[in-house]
T-cell receptor, first 110, second 114 residues
């Protein structure tokens, strides 16, 4: 079983749609959680950290369920510019090793 | 955040040769990381490089194949030795900064081995 699992997609949605991505992780000792965004042929960039209480940043909402070892990302009012691959990332502690999911591709169309 | 540059941005190499990739960050950082991203796949950590100590390699990666230098707190190099076509990949360095120990990535080095 992969340490971090994501649905690879692609998710094809129209502008203005709401889309949700899910991610599960296997290591119950994981301490920190993130969503990164990676555009085609670019490096990953931090989208947001994920906190136990859930957190929101504009159109983006992240949730963490430690009991189920589950992380989600909700994007509201999708824009064309949201088209990218979204990487679920888990920090397992120790020397801050990040484990990356394979990514979920999002394509927003007019 | 951090501003990170990598050199070269891309290269095409012959099998059996070696390539050294440089990573420069705009401020002092304790931990630097080297990742590989193979075509269509996610990132895999190669090693963690701390200044003044030997790099720590992940399972499946060895120092003879991927020697790393970390001469100071703003710079690191990764060498891909005795390259084969299977080494064709994007190599990214990252640094850890901030209260939340967020990792920031360099733009990557695209390597094609013929």
């Amino acid at each position: 079983r992969k340490e971090v699992e994501q649905d690879p997609g692609p998710f094809n949605v129209p502008e203005g749609a709401t889309v949700a991505f899910n991610c599960t992780y296997s290591n119950s000792a994981s301490q920190s959680f993130f969503w990164y965004r990676q555009d085609c042929r670019k490096e990953p960039k931090l989208l947001m950290s994920v906190y136990s209480s859930g957190n929101e940043d504009g159109r983006f909402t992240a949730q963490l369920n430690r009991a189920s070892q589950y992380i989600s990302l909700l994007i509201r009012d999708s824009k064309l510019s949201d088209s990218a691959t979204y990487l679920c990332v888990v920090n397992t502690g120790g020397y801050n090793k990040l484990i990356f999911g394979a990514g979920t591709r999002l394509a927003v169309h007019p | 955040s951090a501003v990170i540059s990598q050199k070269p941005s891309r290269d095409i190499c012959q099998r059996g040769t070696s390539l050294t990739i440089q990573c420069q960050v705009d401020s002092q950082v304790t931990m630097m990381f080297w990742y590989r991203q193979q075509p269509g796949q996610s990132l895999t950590l190669i090693a963690t490089a701390n200044q003044g100590s030997e790099a720590t390699y992940e399972s499946g990666f060895v120092i003879d194949k991927f020697p790393i230098s970390r001469p100071n707190l703003t710079f690191s190099t990764l060498t891909v030795s005795n390259m084969s076509p299977e080494d064709s990949s994007i190599y990214l360095c990252s640094v850890e900064k901030g209260i939340q120990e967020t990792q920031y990535f360099g733009p990557g080095t695209r390597l094609l081995v013929l």
